[in-house]
Structure formats: structure tokens, C-alpha cells
């Protein structure tokens, strides 16, 4: 019984798998893309926008399928992007990261003409002014549209800006004409990302839809407030040691002062409070009974005194001072109002 000959793979597709294969091994990030309902304009399009950081490759469904399976003999975890190929659907191969790549598909969408029973994404609203339109049955159709439109020296004209349809609502079929004859695109389109793989993991497309700022900013935040909060319980690390032990002086310094413990640093202040407060309790002794303390120690608190009484003499003239230069300026205020007055009455004489 004759072999039953196997079918032959046109050269073409062969070509284009191992295009395909070559190219999963060249990029670090492959994904498989959503390209249903994009009209061909479009995507171009956006195809053209994406050149520089990204490489688009569009083939039928079963070629990709075996491109994923025959690069997926060198790299396993690849397989698993089969599961993604629901559709019409293409590859993208990127020097980027998946969560960049999913960015820069949200970035580079672009507008197709209104379809019926879309809801408007935002007030459709004809501006005021003349139009590109001859005089003739269109005045009608855009009148029944809800648009205040005349015909004046020639020309069609919309007489008011007319709000076509509002932001949520349904756009009626008849309205999609008048809306694609102003050039109106409200549909936003693009690509879909439904998964990417990168660093042998296989990313879903929702799992990619992340605010990289946002997402920056709240690992910033959360930094800041653990490394406080380590910092404040005194929790040593690697990023707050530097802080611990630079303070660690300063508190060590202000313990040995308030216990009083002698060091090279704290000789000197402790001295000195010691010494004021003997000389204030020898003063109130001295207040009770001048002959209970010594002529040195009486000459001491005498010094102290005088020292204090000239510190309260100084702030005594300075506030002296003070005042009287407040005077001076009143003073000069109620001459110059005076005079006003005088070169006023002078008016009416």
C-alpha cells in the first residue's frame, strides 16, 4: 500500500516562521495583540507611531501558532502565549519591558469615525461658524441632526455652537453621517495587549495595566515612612544607621549633663550651673542674714548683682529709647496732618 504523502508547506509560510522564530530570539519582549474592529487606516496608523519601538508582524492565526511552537523548542515558558491567540491577533516584538510596552500602546491610539449605538465619548458639538458644504438637501440633515445651520451669501452656515450628542449617550445612526461629514472621529482605537512575555514569565495583559508614576510615587512614600519609622524605634538598617549613630552624640552629651556626669565635654556647663545655684541659694541665705555667709561669698553675689542690675539698666534705656524714637515719628505724623489741613482751608479763603 502506497505512503500517503505529506502535505507540503508553501515556501512563503515557511519563510515567515522562521522569520518569527529568529525574531522571538532578537527581542527580549514578545506579545500577542488584539487588532480586531481596526480598520485598515487605523492601523497603520498606529503602526507607523509604534516603528522605532516596536515591531509588528500580522499572519494567520495557525502560522503564529506554529512560530510560538517552534520558538518554544528553545524556550519552553514561550508556550504558553498560545493560549492568547483568540481572534484576529498579531505579534509585537520590543526592546521594552511589558509594562512600557503596555504604556506605549495606551499612548499611541488613534480616532475612527463614529459607529451606530457607540455611546459618545465625551459632548459632540458642532462649532459655530461656516462649513465646507454647498447649498442643498444637507441644510435638512444637519437641522434634523440638532444642528442650527442656515444658508447665507452662498455658503452654509452654523449659526450657534450645537451640541450633536451629549457625553454616555447612544449615537444615533442618522447622526454618525453628519458627524463623519465634519470629520468627526469620536471612536478611540488601538492595539490590545493581551499578554507579553518577558524574563521567562508570561504576563497577562491586565496584570500590565499599571500607573508606573503612581506606582513610583507610593514605593517612594512607603520608603520614606519605614525608613521614619525605623529610624524613630531606633531599628538599626542599612539605610538608617548613619542617622542612629550621628545622633547618638548629641543625646549621649545631653544624658551626661541632666545626670550631672563629669566628662571633658560637660565639666565646664556643669560647673557653672553648679555655681549659679549656689550663688542663688547663698543670696536668699544672705536676704535672711547677711552675717551667715562669708565676705568672699558676699562679694560674689555683690558682683552678680551689679552685673544683672547694669543688664537691666541697658534694657531699661534701650526700651527708653525705643519709645521715645515712637514718639518722635507720631509726633512728625501729627505735623504733616496738620499741615495738609492748613494748605487745604487755604483753598477756600
Given amino acids: 500500500m502506497a505512503a500517503t504523502p505529506k502535505a507540503s508547506i508553501a515556501p512563503w509560510k515557511r519563510n515567515l516562521i522562521e522569520d518569527l522564530k529568529k525574531k522571538f530570539k532578537e527581542y527580549p519582549a514578545i506579545g500577542i495583540l488584539d487588532i480586531s474592529g481596526i480598520p485598515a487606516r487605523q492601523f497603520q496608523e498606529i503602526r507607523e507611531l509604534l516603528r522605532d519601538k516596536a515591531e509588528i508582524k500580522v499572519s494567520r492565526k495557525v502560522l503564529l501558532r506554529i512560530a510560538i511552537e517552534k520558538a518554544s523548542e528553545d524556550n519552553p515558558e514561550l508556550e504558553e502565549l498560545k493560549e492568547y491567540l483568540e481572534g484576529p491577533s498579531a505579534l509585537i516584538f520590543s526592546e521594552l519591558d511589558p509594562f512600557k510596552l503596555w504604556k506605549l500602546l495606551e499612548e499611541n491610539r488613534t480616532t475612527a469615525p463614529a459607529k451606530p449605538g457607540m455611546e459618545a465619548p465625551r459632548d459632540i458639538i458642532i462649532p459655530e461658524g461656516d462649513t465646507e458644504f454647498s447649498p442643498g438637501p444637507i441644510v435638512g440633515e444637519l437641522q434634523q441632526a440638532g444642528i442650527n445651520a442656515r444658508i447665507q451669501a452662498g455658503k452654509v452656515v452654523v449659526l450657534e455652537d450645537s451640541k450633536v450628542v451629549g457625553e454616555g449617550e447612544p449615537i444615533p445612526e442618522e447622526k454618525v453621517g453628519v458627524l463623519s461629514r465634519f470629520g468627526i472621529e469620536p471612536r478611540e482605537i488601538g492595539f490590545e495587549l493581551r499578554a507579553a512575555y518577558a524574563d521567562e514569565t508570561v504576563f497577562a495583559g491586565d496584570v500590565l495595566q499599571v500607573n508606573v508614576e503612581e506606582t513610583v510615587e507610593n514605593i517612594q512614600k512607603a520608603y520614606t515612612n519605614s525608613l521614619t519609622l525605623s529610624f524613630e524605634i531606633k531599628y538599626p538598617t542599612s539605610q538608617n544607621i548613619g542617622m542612629i549613630i550621628g545622633q547618638a552624640p548629641s543625646q549621649a552629651h545631653n544624658l551626661a549633663l541632666n545626670a550631672s556626669y563629669l566628662t571633658s565635654e560637660t565639666s565646664p556647663k556643669i560647673l557653672n550651673k553648679a555655681q549659679s545655684q549656689m550663688l542663688n541659694l547663698a543670696s536668699v541665705i544672705a536676704s535672711k542674714d547677711i552675717e551667715a555667709i562669708g565676705?568672699?561669698?558676699?562679694?560674689?553675689?555683690?558682683?552678680?548683682?551689679?552685673?544683672?542690675?547694669?543688664?537691666?539698666?541697658?534694657?531699661?534705656?534701650?526700651?527708653?529709647?525705643?519709645?521715645?524714637?515712637?514718639?518722635?515719628?507720631?509726633?512728625?505724623?501729627?505735623?504733616?496732618?496738620?499741615e495738609s489741613s492748613a494748605n487745604l482751608s487755604g483753598l477756600f479763603e
Avoid at 322 to 334: I, N
Fill in 295 to 338: 565676705e568672699k561669698l558676699r562679694s560674689k553675689i555683690s558682683e552678680t548683682e551689679s552685673v544683672e542690675e547694669k543688664k537691666e539698666k541697658k534694657k531699661t534705656k534701650e526700651e527708653a529709647e525705643e519709645e521715645a524714637e515712637d514718639k518722635k515719628e507720631e509726633d512728625k505724623e501729627v505735623e504733616e496732618e496738620e
